[in-house]
């Protein structure tokens, strides 16, 4: 059973949002989204680990 079989909504959740920017700016490209899947990521990783405590230390570091 893989990731999407798993958590679908949270992968649905995903995909809404990155819609919602490529609506209002349509000019966001892949790589862009790639840039913030990967920034995304790390920080999750990073919360596991307990090496970053909350989500506003991730905005922090994100160009909104």
């Known amino acids: 059973?893989?990731?999407e079989?798993?958590?679908p909504d949270i992968l649905q959740n995903i995909e809404f949002a990155i819609f919602s920017v490529y609506r209002?700016?349509?000019d966001l490209r892949d790589n862009d989204v790639i840039k913030a899947l990967?920034?995304?990521i790390?920080?999750?990783q990073r919360l596991a680990m307990g090496r970053e405590h909350?989500?506003?230390h991730f905005l922090a570091?994100?160009?909104v």
Request: proline share 5%.
């Open 54 to 56: 909350t989500t506003r």
């Open 38 to 40: 990967d920034a995304l």
């Open 42 to 44: 790390s920080h999750t």
């Open 61 to 63: 570091r994100v160009k």
């Open 5 to 7: 079989d798993r958590h």
């Open 24 to 26: 209002d700016d349509p």
């Open 1 to 3: 059973m893989g990731l």
